[in-house]
């Protein structure tokens, strides 16, 4: 069973920074997309940015290209998400999630419980 879980939310003043990062237990899938997910109140759970196993490629939403980086941490393991002049509208509930597909063709998503972060104005 993949497990995720996610650490470093908190409150940051707008401008500010903060540093997210998801440890995962039990991927043994050599190809599979891992990233950063968000969820603001009333609103729908929009993607952040993913990372790919296969080439380390990346992807960002627009709304935060240029300002949140995602990267693998010192344990491979480890996925992180530098987030730099945070916004008021960033404040979400971030969720690190993965997707891959078994050997058997069987589409597989797993998400962690979530990290709040507070960008206050």
């Known amino acids: 069973e993949v497990q995720l879980v996610e650490s470093g939310g908190g409150l940051v003043q707008a401008g500010g920074s903060l540093r997210l990062s998801c440890t995962a237990s039990?991927?043994?899938?050599?190809?599979?997309?891992i990233g950063w997910f968000r969820q603001a109140p009333g609103k729908e759970r929009e993607g952040v940015s993913l990372?790919?196993?296969?080439?380390?490629?990346?992807s960002y939403s627009d709304l935060v290209k240029g300002r949140f980086t995602i990267s693998r941490g010192p344990d491979k393991n480890t996925v992180q998400l530098d987030m730099n002049n945070l916004k008021p509208e960033d404040t979400a509930v971030y969720y690190c999630?993965?997707?891959?597909?078994?050997?058997?063709?069987?589409?597989?998503?797993?998400w962690g419980k979530g990290a709040l972060v507070t960008v206050s104005s």
């Open positions: 039990g991927l043994t899938a050599n190809d599979y997309h």
């Open positions: 990372l790919s196993s296969r080439d380390g490629g990346t």
């Open positions: 999630g993965v997707s891959f597909v078994t050997e058997e063709g069987q589409d597989m998503n797993y």
